[in-house]
């Protein structure tokens, strides 16, 4: 599978932090094409839109949890309630790092959670290193199911 | 005027004045003599004095009392009376006692229209001869002095009002009897009737009916009830004093009056009696029967003595008024309270038919009659008890005595009395 | 129980103690009163069964006294002792005054049986005076005039008898008789009117017939005075015949001697003997017949009425002894069940009034029980009177005050705990955002440094700055919003008019830039506020208004306008912007907030006004305008309202 095949879906408010992590995504997979949503009436819009079109759905979810309009959290809840998004893997990727907010993201089955680094060189680290695992985690997946995929 | 002249004549007016006109007045102008009359209230009548005296043209004194009483007064005192009116059981007692004089019969104006009762003793020829004193024993003043039934010319009274008596009783306790066949004298000694039985308190005249009752009862018998032995005066006394001392009798009534309370009281429901008694509960609506006992009436005859002191111009006043007694009206006046005069045809015309028919003939009276006391005392229709005067008069078995044995019934009878 | 709840509605704890004890009191007395009416009754009862006994044995008395003068006078009349007669008046006396003294026996109708008595009496006395009055005249007649005449006519028969010895011719043919010879010639007394005096004629009597009859005579006197005197003892009428038998022999033997004159006087004599005799039996009859009939008639009435007079009052007394009998029996029952009823009343009202005072101490029990748990809600019992229940009820009630104002208190700080976790996080969030932005721009700046791309770097340093501006930015706004009810907090009266109108000029120059209008309405309410906060509250809705307000048609506006009510001022600011959907009216107040994050701001400016509304205790709220736009909706307590 050829990483221009791939789409990553960004739910990110801050346009600093959508910088940063397009920047750091096209730093380590040039070829990976990045969506980014800025609030939650985006996301909610789009995952409406995705559940009635055949479209090509995203490989990776980074959700911030702090949005205008409907907040990570919700937007986590609507996906994986969805059939057909429920399997995309949901990384929480977000500044808070309180118990509250990881506890509510993985009843949510939010599949990670990752909190934003605020050390200098850290934060291009972390994206790579969920791209990396998103990855591996791929390739076991498409091994135990295969059809899975073609779907 | 003769008696058949007079006879014609009918209806009260003509009577009366028929009756004014036979009385020439005695006292004419220079004087107006006055008598005393002694007697009882059943003939001393303010009506009949007046009438009298208008009559008469005297002055009449009445001086009625107790029988007692007026008895003892004309037994002791000839002065106190000139003319004095009882019963015919008086007259031997007065008689002994020597106060009145023989009455000559032809002064007597009416004296042949007098009744054979008085005479013989008998009102017809099948009459009984009452026990005791019958009348015409005691009016003839024999040559002797004493007192018998053959005629003379000479009379111990003038006969005039009469009376058959006997019980009473409520019948609306005592069951209602036949007279002359179950009324019975028996009846005051009725077991039914004790403590409810009164007896006329007096020894001349309750005894008698004590000694036809104890008769009727058969609880004794009499060898002559007219005149009782001392041992059958005993025995007379030991029966009642016996049933009086068992509470049979309630008393002794000692007036009219007395036994008409004692009635109307319901203390007593049958006892001797008098006929104003009778006449006096049937007013008050008590049903009083006068019984017609089986036994026969005990009689009594009224007597009008002349007193031994009555003398000259009174004497003949007393003529006069004894005469008056005999013209009708005052006959007819006491027939009015149940009375009989000795000639009754005199005092006819002064009585209506009904009246005659109620009280002389027994039949049922044809309107509602008068009393003298001007009150209806005869209802319409009503019969007398006993029937006529013949009838009653028929049926005598005895006549009111004062006995040879007086004095001792007397105390006898205080006996009764308290016992 | 009705009764129970009536109490306690209007009786206090201390009347309803107090109640009970006067009720008892009541009820003994009401016991105590029943009990004394009945023995009074009983008293009374008793005093008249006593008064009737005392009348039965006066009139047994009576009955005996009656028999008894009866006696005295029979022994009077028989026996002529006077002093029987005296006994019978004495006797008489006491017995009217007995009858006197009965007259009170009227009320049992025995008025009308006294009153017979009494004239039965009467009537017996009457009839004794004349008895005696009669006895007297015979007494008189016979032991005087009677022996007056007997005496003369004795005389007169010796005095013919005398003459007749005295003639010439019969001279000692007989001796005189002695003066006394009355007796002497007893024995040879021939019976009277035996071989009676021959017819008289004037002259055919011999000397020795006169002699003889004169003889007979005094015999005769002598049959007359003994059978008088045997009918005056023994009242046989038969010696009243004999008696005037001897009379007439006498009367006829005196024929023999007529022509003088003392046989014309002795025949006179004789004649007043006769009479004097026959009054005195007439008067002996007469008062035989009235002691006899007329006076035992009377006395028997008399006893007839005074025995009924018993048996009436034995009949009475024995009526009110039943009566006292039943009496007794009912007050026994009445009293037994009054008592019976009044205790169990007793009891039924001991138990209502401890009722009325346990049944709102329990309920208080179990109410202080659930207060102390801590509870707000526990049920206060109703009590409504002032008395120590009153004051217990009253402690309840201020105790469940106590505890819902902990429990309002608890929440309020549970709350703003709440509130304070909500702050903490928003803040570390937001003040966490730079700082990523920062360093991961640093990253990329050294990245590019390394790779020699310094200018690219250069660039991105302004990315760094704006970060670090930001930052500082939102820590001038923490700290302003932590001084809203901190400093400068003193309130007055503050007219909006005037404020706000310094306001408009204040921003005159901002809005002309914005091409924005500001519409004041008149007629603004003053309030009792903070100037300066309040001010602050409508600068952060007009800067709201300038950052979200894009209106090409209408141009861009704010108007300010105001109502009253009856409690609250309300103040609106209503725009003609996007407006905002309903989801988002409650959050664009809270903290760092922002509907749209490419619009400039810090999200802090609602927050802030929220708060400065809070401190004045009135609101702020988002609404939708009618025909688009939105609406800041303040209210504020009226100043009256909220002074009072």
């Not at chain 3, 901190?486 to 306001?503: C, E, Q, S």
Request: one cysteine or more; a negative charge; proline letters at 4%.
């Amino acid at each position: 599978m050829a990483d221009d095949e791939k789409k990553l879906l960004l739910v990110e408010d801050s346009d600093d932090h959508a910088e940063l992590t397009e920047f750091y995504i096209n730093d380590c997979r040039p070829a990976l094409r990045v969506r980014r949503l800025r609030d939650g009436a985006e996301a909610m819009a789009y995952i409406e839109q995705a559940e009635r079109l055949e479209q090509r759905l995203p490989w990776l979810v980074l959700l911030d949890l702090k949005l205008p309009k409907y907040d990570g959290h919700e937007i986590l809840a609507r996906m994986k309630r969805s059939g057909r998004l429920a399997s995309i893997p949901v990384v929480i990727f977000s500044t808070s790092n309180s118990g509250k907010d990881i506890e509510q993201a993985m009843s949510s089955h939010a599949n990670s959670y990752i909190v934003k680094p605020m050390e200098a060189d850290k934060y291009g680290e972390v994206i790579s290193e969920i791209l990396e695992y998103w990855e591996l985690n791929e390739h076991h997946h498409l091994l135990r199911e295969p059809r899975e995929s073609h779907a | 005027m003769n008696r058949r002249t007079f006879l014609q004549h009918s209806g009260k007016i003509g009577a009366a004045a028929l009756a004014a006109a036979a009385f020439p007045k005695l006292g004419k102008a220079q004087s107006r003599p006055t008598i005393k009359v002694v007697g009882t209230h059943v003939t001393l009548l303010e009506p009949i004095r007046q009438k009298a005296e208008q009559d008469l043209g005297i002055n009449i004194e009445f001086h009625p009392g107790g029988d007692a009483e007026v008895l003892l007064k004309a037994s002791t005192d000839p002065t106190a009376f000139d003319l004095y009116e009882q019963w015919s059981n008086s007259i031997k007692v007065l008689w002994q006692a020597k106060t009145i004089q023989p009455i000559n019969t032809r002064r007597l104006t009416y004296w042949e229209e007098i009744n054979s009762l008085s005479k013989t003793g008998r009102i017809s020829d099948k009459a009984k001869h009452g026990l005791g004193d019958a009348p015409d024993k005691i009016l003839f003043v024999q040559s002797d002095g004493r007192l018998d039934g053959s005629e003379t010319e000479e009379i111990s009274f003038l006969p005039y009002v009469h009376n058959v008596d006997s019980f009473g009783y409520n019948s609306s306790v005592v069951p209602k009897g036949i007279p002359y066949e179950t009324e019975s004298w028996g009846w005051l000694l009725d077991e039914r009737w004790a403590g409810k039985v009164a007896i006329v308190n007096s020894p001349e005249i309750g005894i008698f009916d004590l000694a036809l009752a104890v008769r009727a009862k058969g609880l004794m018998q009499f060898k002559d009830m007219g005149n009782m032995s001392r041992e059958e005066v005993d025995q007379l006394f030991d029966i009642i004093i016996a049933l009086k001392r068992k509470g049979h009798f309630r008393g002794m009534w000692t007036s009219v009056p007395h036994s008409v309370e004692l009635m109307a009281t319901s203390e007593v429901v049958i006892q001797s009696m008098f006929s104003p008694g009778v006449s006096a509960l049937n007013g008050m609506g008590i049903p009083c029967i006068y019984a017609a006992p089986k036994e026969g009436y005990r009689a009594w005859h009224g007597v009008m003595c002349l007193s031994r002191a009555c003398v000259d111009e009174r004497q003949e006043a007393a003529y006069a008024f004894m005469n008056w007694w005999l013209s009708g009206w005052p006959g007819a006046f006491i027939a009015r309270q149940g009375y009989y005069i000795s000639n009754p045809q005199r005092s006819k015309p002064f009585m209506s038919q009904a009246e005659w028919d109620y009280w002389y003939e027994g039949k049922p009276a044809a309107e509602p009659l008068m009393g003298t006391d001007g009150k209806i005392s005869v209802q319409l229709g009503e019969v007398r008890t006993g029937g006529s005067y013949l009838r009653r008069f028929e049926n005598i078995a005895v006549w009111n005595t004062v006995m040879d044995t007086y004095e001792y019934t007397l105390t006898k009878w205080n006996e009764f009395v308290l016992a | 129980m009705a009764v129970t709840d009536f109490l306690l509605r209007t009786v206090g704890l201390k009347k309803r103690i107090a109640l009970g004890y006067i009720v008892t009191g009541l009820v003994a007395f009401m016991i105590a009163l029943l009990s004394y009416g009945a023995f009074t009754r009983l008293a009374e009862d008793f005093r008249q069964i006593v008064h009737f006994s005392r009348h039965s044995a006066d009139n047994m008395a009576f009955a005996r006294q009656m028999t008894e003068m009866q006696r005295q006078a029979l022994i009077y009349i028989y026996e002529g002792h006077s002093s029987a007669g005296t006994q019978v008046g004495t006797i008489y006396k006491q017995m009217m005054d007995s009858i006197l003294s009965s007259q009170d026996l009227d009320r049992i109708g025995a008025g009308a049986v006294v009153e017979l008595a009494r004239r039965h009496l009467e009537a017996y006395y009457e009839a004794f005076r004349e008895v005696q009055r009669q006895r007297q005249l015979q007494d008189r007649l016979v032991r005087s005039e009677f022996r007056v005449h007997a005496t003369r006519a004795q005389q007169l028969i010796e005095e013919l008898t005398r003459q007749e010895a005295a003639q010439p011719e019969t001279p000692g043919l007989r001796p005189p008789l002695p003066e006394n010879s009355f007796l002497s010639f007893i024995p040879a007394a021939a019976p009277a009117g035996q071989g009676g005096a021959r017819p008289a004629s004037e002259q055919g009597y011999t000397e020795a017939e006169r002699m003889l009859n004169g003889a007979k005579m005094l015999a005769s006197l002598l049959q007359i005075e003994k059978n008088a005197y045997r009918y005056f003892d023994s009242y046989e009428s038969s010696f009243i015949q004999a008696a005037t038998a001897s009379l007439e022999d006498t009367r006829e033997r005196l024929q023999t001697f007529d022509g003088q004159d003392k046989a014309a006087e002795l025949k006179e004599v004789l004649e007043r003997y006769e009479i004097t005799f026959l009054e005195a039996v007439q008067r002996t009859r007469g008062y035989l017949y009235l002691i006899n009939v007329v006076m035992s008639a009377q006395a028997y009435e008399t006893i007839y009425q005074s025995n009924k007079l018993s048996a009436m009052m034995l009949h009475e007394t024995g009526r009110i002894q039943q009566e006292v009998f039943a009496h007794i029996s009912s007050r026994q029952q009445l009293l037994l069940f009054s008592t019976a009823l009044l205790l169990l009343f007793i009891a039924l009202f001991s138990y209502l009034i401890s009722r009325s005072i346990t049944l709102p101490l329990r309920r208080l029990t179990e109410t202080f029980k659930l207060l102390s748990s801590g509870s707000a809600d526990a049920e206060i019992p109703p009590y409504l009177l002032q008395d120590e229940l009153g004051d217990l009820t009253g402690s309840a009630a201020s105790f469940k005050g106590k505890n819902i104002e902990l429990l309002a208190s608890k929440k309020e700080l549970e709350r703003s705990n709440d509130e304070l976790e909500q702050f903490v996080y928003t803040v570390s969030h937001d003040l966490k955002s730079p700082i990523v932005t920062s360093m991961g721009f640093i990253g990329i700046i050294r990245k590019l440094a390394a790779q020699g791309k310094a200018e690219q770097a250069m660039g991105m340093l302004e990315k760094v700055v704006k970060a670090n501006e930001r930052m500082s930015q939102l820590i001038n706004d923490l700290l302003e919003l932590s001084r809203v009810g901190r400093i400068d907090m003193d309130k007055k009266l503050v007219d909006l008019n005037a404020l706000l109108a310094d306001f408009a000029r204040s921003q005159a120059e901002r809005l002309k830039a914005a091409t924005f209008t500001l519409i004041i309405q008149p007629n603004l309410p003053s309030l009792f506020a903070n100037e300066s906060r309040i001010l602050q509250v409508f600068e952060n809705i007009l800067s709201n208004a300038l950052k979200y307000v894009r209106n090409e048609t209408e141009g861009c506006r704010l108007e300010i306008n105001s109502y009253d009510d009856a409690q609250l001022h309300h103040i609106l600011c209503a725009d003609n912007g996007p407006g905002i959907a309903a989801e988002y009216r409650d959050k664009v107040f809270g903290l760092f907030y922002r509907l749209n994050v490419n619009i400039e701001g810090t999200g802090i400016g609602l927050a802030v006004a929220k708060k400065i509304m809070k401190f004045h205790s009135g609101d702020i709220s988002a609404e939708a305008r009618p025909g688009g736009g939105a609406v800041f909706h303040l209210t504020f307590p009226r100043a009256e309202a909220g002074q009072s």
